[in-house]
């Protein structure tokens, strides 16, 4: 694949971010554009897609300023047509990240969108009359994150895949599980950083990975443009067909929103204003560590010190009733032995 670098100047297309949380809502508010991003991500054929009006809005002040941003966590339900042709409702829930902190967040919105539930009528057996009932909808999140999570792979993404194993036989359930597959989840992660690992030979001849990659260029930080990072520098020409909605819905954020460049640098004040937070956080942790140590090993050594003045006396008691067994044996008398021993007249009878 021709790399960008080598393309004149007006060969660019210059877009938003989509990194940003406003750029983002803006593009996924496109029910086509949506539909596009989240069929590449899954690889399910989506019928029919709803935009949640539930997903989450965090109001966010920093502390050092008056300036309120809003934080997206986006949900969406999704009719999705299987290979066999029989369809399926799930709920799709995507995160972005800038920040490794933000996994308390993730799990407190995992949580609550595995509690969805879909109405559905069933025939009871007995009565043969149409019943209504409460179903589990199947969750898959997908995070999209700036900053990898691990080292071992280094890949684009990560993707965990329910297994039903039999621990004995271990032999693999084949078939749906309403008791498994409703308390457990896929679950993609998309590493941005590791856009630049990935090479031809990693895709090409997979349509879905091809898709996949072409798909998630288009969030490549590498391709900040030098003089506005709330911009990139793509080139059209490296980009599918498939595409051309995304491409042409974030070319015209800008027109559909005045004050995308302000909401922008919003967004990078509380994100410095969050790193700058978890920095001191980090560093009294560490303050706290340090002196959490120091008071363990005083203890340490308190103890150790407590133990062998212990062991002294107890050796010292020894050496006394040692004495003392042997003056009585010599006949000595009960006052001589206390003022010799030091010990009391009870101690000196109980040895006898």
Do not use: W
């Amino acid at each position: 694949m021709k790399d960008i670098k080598q393309n004149n100047k007006s060969d660019y297309i210059v877009i938003p971010n989509p990194i940003y949380d406003v750029v983002f809502k803006y593009l996924m508010e496109d029910n086509l554009s949506a539909k596009i991003i989240l069929s590449t991500l899954i690889n399910e054929k989506i019928k029919k897609l709803t935009f949640r009006p539930i997903s989450h809005a965090e109001k966010i002040q920093g502390p050092n300023s008056d300036k309120k941003i809003k934080l997206f966590h986006l949900d969406f339900t999704a009719l999705i047509e299987k290979p066999n042709g029989k369809e399926e409702l799930i709920m799709i829930e995507i995160q972005k990240a800038n920040n490794a902190g933000d996994i308390f967040r993730f799990k407190q919105y995992i949580c609550a969108n595995f509690q969805q539930k879909q109405e559905v009528e069933i025939t009871n057996p007995k009565t043969e009359a149409i019943e209504k009932i409460n179903k589990p909808i199947r969750l898959i999140p997908i995070f999209i994150l700036n900053f990898r999570i691990e080292n071992e792979v280094n890949d684009l993404i990560i993707h965990t895949k329910r297994r039903k194993i039999g621990v004995f036989k271990g032999i693999e359930l084949q078939k749906n599980n309403d008791f498994i597959d409703n308390l457990s989840f896929d679950m993609l992660v998309v590493q941005l950083p590791n856009l630049s690992k990935i090479k031809d030979n990693d895709y090409k001849n997979d349509e879905y990975k091809t898709n996949l990659y072409h798909l998630l260029r288009l969030f490549d930080q590498q391709a900040k443009d030098k003089d506005n990072r709330h911009r990139l520098l793509i080139v059209k020409t490296l980009f599918p067909k498939f595409l051309e909605r995304i491409i042409n819905r974030l070319k015209a954020a800008d027109a559909d929103n005045p004050n995308l460049e302000a909401q922008m640098n919003a967004e990078d004040e509380y994100l410095a204003e969050l790193i700058r937070r978890d920095n001191e956080i980090s560093y009294f942790k560490q303050e706290l560590e340090k002196t959490s140590e120091k008071l363990e090993k005083e203890k340490q050594r308190a103890e150790e010190e407590r133990l062998q003045k212990e062991t002294a006396k107890q050796k010292e008691l020894e050496a006394k009733q040692k004495l003392a067994k042997k003056m009585i044996e010599y006949g000595e008398k009960i006052d001589e032995i206390m003022q010799v021993t030091d010990l009391s007249k009870d101690e000196i009878i109980k040895l006898m």
